[in-house]
Each structure stands twice: as structure tokens, then as C-alpha cells.
């Protein structure tokens, strides 16, 4: 469960060392993966999350508890990823870059481009995943940063599309659209290395 | 429900409740195929996409949160318990004294406060009265004996600010400091 209880997040606000460090312990793969998904590098992420885990001992006190403790925290490691990479000169995509801007083309519906993709559509053909690490993680740093994100947080435990909406500042329907692109997209790389192709160049 | 709108519902997650999606993909081999694909991609993506931090990062991570433990102070009434007081008073004769001494003169100090309250008797309502019981008091008597040499104090101020003007601190005395002028 990413969620930590009330009780725990009271314990480390009074300075608990054991509920400190279990709150560490609980959000460190999280805070780590949406490190990654903003900075592509593993070094960077690193620093990035420790420079979050930081900050947040220092304004734990400051959490009122008016939104989940994860929505807190997400937005707070988003918000340090971004400036880290506005202060390594790297471009930084905006999240609030509407979804149909950067899918392509408009004119066809998500299920249609995933049902005309043969691999897709022939039953008798089997479906072959690419699903080593490295290919996976390719695909998806091919994907823009905001549906990047949002698929990140998706696959998190219990983050409801609200929850993930209020962590990237941005409306519902936008993140259900960078979740659906997202996926779409990497369905079709990852099932069509010609399709792949086409994404990557 | 045709085979294209199954598969944008497929995609979206939001399927979960509909008896329709899950009678077409029960019934069409093709729309199977697409639900059973994007599951696997859920799994690879979850597996994918949640990264544990490495070792060393754990470790610093957890040592970050070592330093922000405050060390943990039991309430009052438990550390009370914990005192030894046979042991402390023991330890301490000298405050036990200085104590007991303080504690008689607030009993004094109540004592002597307690008889000039009890001395006047409080009439409602005649005010002539009221203000001759407050000139006869003690505090009257007491601020009307303490006298305040207002010349001497003047003089006195006076002299302190030239001190301080002339003193290291002082503009007069910065500005000698600075002009390097050396007194004999």
C-alpha cells in the first residue's frame, strides 16, 4: 500500500525515528520511479530523490492532511524533478501540454489504431510482447514526459486518476487521455517493431 | 458494440462495471486477443515501471531519515515517575534550603498582605470614603515617601551618552579610531 496511515504520518511529524523510516522505506520505490520517468538517468533520479526525501523532513510538519499524503509528496518530487531538469539546461515539456497535441493523428480513435495493428487483430498470430527491461524502457522514454508520468503514477497501487490528476496539476479528462495515449502507444511499439521504428525515429 | 468502441473501452480502464465489454470479449476472438495483450502490457509495464533505488541510495535514505528523528522526550508525569526523589533531594541541600526559605517568606509575604486587606471594610457606594481608605493605605504611603531627583537623573543620562559617544562604539570615537589619531 503506497497510502501510509494517518497514525504513521502523525509519528514522523513528531519526530518518530521508526516512523520516519518507515515512511521512508514505504515511498522510496515510488518517489525513485517517478525520478526515473522525469530524468531518464539514473544518477539524476537518484539526486533528485534524495534531494526530495530531504525537503520533505523539512516540511513534513507543514502537511495538514487536506489531501492524501502520496498526492503530497508525488507533486513535491514532480515539482523538484522539473527544476532539476530546468537546472541542468535540459528541456523540460510542459505537463499540462494538452494529450492530442502530441499523440499524432486526431482522426482516428485509440481503438481503432490498436485494432488496425495486424498483430492485434489476428487471434491465430501469437502476441509477442517485446518484454525485456531494456526494450520496455526504451518505449517508454519515447513517450512524451506528461503521458510518461501519468502512466507511472497509473500503475501505482491505489492512484486513482484523481489522485493523479491533483499530482500533475492538471484536469481529469487530460491525464485519462495521457494514460489511454500512453498505453496505445506503447502497445503498438511494443507489439510491431516496424511500428517501433516509426516511434523512435 | 462493435469491435472498435471495445477496444477504446479496453484502453480505458473504465470497463470494470460493464457486462457488454466482457460479453464481446468473451464472444469475439479478436477483441480476447487485444483485452489479453493489453493485460500482458499492464503486467510488463508494472513490473517496468516501478523501480527500486539502488542500494546506496537506500542506505542514504535511510540515514536522511536518522537525522530528522528528534530525540523522543517521554511526557512529564512519566518522567516523574522515573525520578528518584529520596536520591534527588539527597543531591540537592542547598536548594532544598534555599526552598524551604522562600517558602516561608511567600507564607510571611500572605500573612502581612492578608491583615492590611482585612483591615478596611469595603463600604459600596460612598466613594469619600473609599478615597480616604486609599490615601491611608500603605501604597499610598509608600509612593509618596519615594522621591525622584529629576536634575541629578538628567545630568547623569547626560553624562552616560557623551561617555558613549566618546567610546569605540560612539560616532565621536569611530571617527578618532578611523583618523588614527593615538592618545598619550
Known amino acids: 500500500m503506497p497510502e501510509p496511515s494517518p497514525a504513521l504520518v502523525q509519528r514522523a511529524q513528531a519526530g518518530d525515528p521508526e516512523a520516519l523510516s518507515a515512511l521512508v522505506q514505504s515511498q522510496q520505490t515510488y518517489v525513485y520511479s517517478i525520478a526515473m520517468s522525469l530524468m531518464h538517468n539514473p544518477a539524476d533520479a537518484a539526486d533528485m530523490t534524495q534531494e526530495a526525501f530531504v525537503r520533505l523532513m523539512r516540511s513534513l510538519g507543514t502537511y495538514r492532511a487536506e489531501t492524501k499524503f502520496t498526492t503530497w509528496l508525488y507533486r513535491l518530487v514532480t515539482n523538484i524533478c522539473l527544476d532539476g531538469l530546468r537546472r541542468r539546461g535540459r528541456p523540460v515539456e510542459s505537463l499540462d501540454e494538452p494529450a492530442s497535441t502530441q499523440a499524432g493523428d486526431e482522426a482516428q480513435t485509440a481503438g481503432q489504431r490498436l485494432a488496425d495493428t495486424d498483430r492485434w487483430t489476428q487471434p491465430e498470430q501469437e502476441v509477442t510482447l517485446r518484454e525485456s527491461a531494456s526494450e520496455v524502457r526504451a518505449a517508454l522514454n519515447d513517450l512524451p514526459a506528461p503521458q510518461r508520468l501519468a502512466l507511472t503514477l497509473h500503475y501505482f497501487e491505489d492512484m486513482r486518476y484523481e489522485d493523479i490528476a491533483e499530482t500533475m496539476h492538471l484536469p481529469l479528462n487530460t491525464v485519462k487521455s495521457h494514460i489511454r495515449r500512453g498505453k496505445e502507444r506503447l502497445a503498438l511499439a511494443l507489439s510491431n517493431p516496424a511500428e517501433e521504428e516509426s516511434w523512435t525515429a | ?41 499492464d503486467r510488463v509495464l508494472t513490473a517496468t515501471l516501478l523501480i527500486a533505488p539502488p542500494f546506496e541510495l537506500q542506505q542514504r535514505l535511510a540515514q536522511i531519515a536518522l537525522d530528522a528523528a528528534k530525540p523522543q522526550t517521554p511526557p512529564w508525569w512519566r518522567q516523574l515517575s522515573q525520578v528518584n526523589l529520596t536520591q534527588w533531594f ?13 517558602t516561608v517568606m511567600l507564607a510571611l509575604a500572605s500573612w502581612q498582605i492578608f491583615g492590611w486587606v482585612s483591615t478596611f471594610q469595603p463600604v459600596v457606594g460612598d466613594v469619600g470614603y473609599a478615597m480616604e481608605l486609599v490615601a491611608a493605605s500603605p501604597a499610598v504611603a509608600y509612593l509618596g515617601s519615594f522621591q525622584i531627583d529629576f536634575q541629578s537623573l538628567g545630568i547623569w543620562s547626560v553624562v552616560g551618552m557623551i561617555g558613549w559617544a566618546v567610546s569605540e562604539n560612539g560616532p565621536v570615537g569611530r571617527r578618532i579610531a578611523a583618523s588614527g589619531l593615538k592618545l598619550p
Open chain 2, 1 to 41: 458494440m462493435d469491435c472498435l468502441d471495445v477496444a477504446d473501452l479496453l484502453l480505458s480502464d473504465e470497463r470494470e462495471d460493464d457486462p457488454l465489454v466482457d460479453q464481446h470479449v468473451a464472444d469475439c476472438p479478436s477483441c480476447a486477443h487485444i483485452a489479453q495483450g493489453l493485460h500482458r502490457l
Open chain 2, 90 to 102: 539527597a543531591q540537592r541541600p542547598q536548594m532544598i534550603a534555599a526552598q524551604g526559605l522562600a
